[in-house]
């Protein structure tokens, strides 16, 4: 893939930018009331990686000069106003990293560009941000000078802020962007083998690219929802789900295993089952020490697939691992799979056409 632009390449200078990022961050709402004057309390976030990793393209455009209006999402509101899915407690925590207040606007038009840096709210609260609606990407536009998409893990989606916004303004990509695409290339064109690819989970637009991956990986293991939707093949690894259908079996377990072990590089996105709940995680936990063990050049995709990695107390050896360069971990899961089995995303396709 050839060397995309870079924020850097934008005469940015005392002009505004409009930033893409990918803040859907995980929250956990605080209890309410002991009286129960609230019935949820005030919203936090219970990892900021997603906020810490915009920072350096931020951070460049505030060192040009330049305003900067921020773009992002949050959850699924579907087009309509979710108090719960506000990105206030992002403007708040992206305040305290900055050392200056965010203000955040819930219109379009009340946007202040005299500000240096503001959040429009959660662009999923318009229905035109899915729908890709062009008069909603040219309002948005029409806040700036310029455009950069800093949210690799939105990069597959066919939506007004990553594919509509870059037909009115001169476009380029951000620094996490960059990066993403740039280990990932590598891994598609020259990876070691054999490559396995683990898929879990239930989002099943996973499986759209499966035979695209089918061309390039040695073996795909399939657990969680997802193995109820397909069938095994030469290369294809379907997991068995216990009787309640909320982890795979020990015998399906014993096998991934087994496979993980020969790997020389694993993709792995989503987990084998309910792994929040304690009685069905022994498939998760399993794969996951298999996966960190292997000596395997790894990939992992998705904010479950990494939730996974915290919560069975494997961070240390992850951290160690992506210091050592053996592991990386991307800020998305489909946006990961569909770049491996492509090489490119709408939201690339929609900056190189310019």
């Known amino acids: 893939m050839k060397a995309l632009p870079s924020v850097k390449d934008l005469s940015a200078e005392q002009k505004t ?19 129960g004057f609230t019935p949820r309390g005030k919203p936090f976030i219970t990892d900021t990686s997603r906020v810490d990793e915009s920072l350096p393209t931020i951070n460049y455009l505030l060192g040009q000069q330049a305003k900067v209006v921020i773009l992002s999402h949050l959850g699924r509101p579907e087009g309509k106003v979710n108090p719960d899915l506000s990105l206030k407690p992002i403007a708040d925590c992206l305040g305290q990293l900055l050392k200056r207040e965010i203000p955040l606007f819930s ?21 035109g941000e899915e729908d890709n609606d062009l008069a909603f990407a040219q309002n948005l536009a029409a ?8 949210a690799f893990a939105c990069a597959h989606r066919q939506h007004a802020s990553i594919v509509g916004i870059p037909k009115f303004l001169p476009a380029a990509f951000g620094f996490d962007f960059i990066r993403e695409t740039e280990v990932l290339d590598k891994v598609r064109n020259n990876p070691r083998r054999p490559v396995v690819v683990i898929l879990g989970g239930a989002k099943e637009d996973k499986l ?50 087994k496979i993980i072990a ?22 998760t936990k399993a794969v996951a020490e298999a996966v960190v063990e292997s000596g395997a050049y790894t990939v992992v995709g998705g904010g479950d697939t990494e939730a996974a990695l915290t919560k069975f107390g494997l961070t240390d050896k992850v951290d160690y691992l992506v210091k050592q360069q053996t592991m990386f971990i991307s800020s998305g899961g489909g946006a990961m799979l569909e770049f491996l089995a492509q090489g490119t995303l709408p939201g690339i396709e929609a900056i190189n056409k310019k």
Do not use: C
């Open 17 to 35: 930018v409009l930033l893409r990022t990918n803040y859907d961050v995980p929250l956990r709402f605080a209890q309410g009331s002991p009286r």
């Open 107 to 127: 219109k379009i038009e009340e946007v202040d560009k005299n500000q240096q840096v503001v959040i429009l709210e959660n662009l999923r609260f318009w229905p």
């Open 143 to 150: 806040l700036s000078d310029f455009y950069v998409n800093d």
């Open 208 to 257: 759209e690219v499966v035979d695209k991956l089918l061309n390039w990986a040695d073996y795909l293991l399939i657990g969680g929802k997802l193995s109820t939707l397909i069938s095994n093949s030469e290369k294809i690894f379907i997991a068995d789900l216990n009787p309640e259908g909320k982890d795979i079996t020990l015998e399906s377990t014993e096998r991934f295993k």
């Open 262 to 283: 020969q790997a020389g590089t694993i993709i792995w996105a989503g987990p084998m089952g309910v792994f929040e709940d304690s009685h069905y995680e022994v498939g």
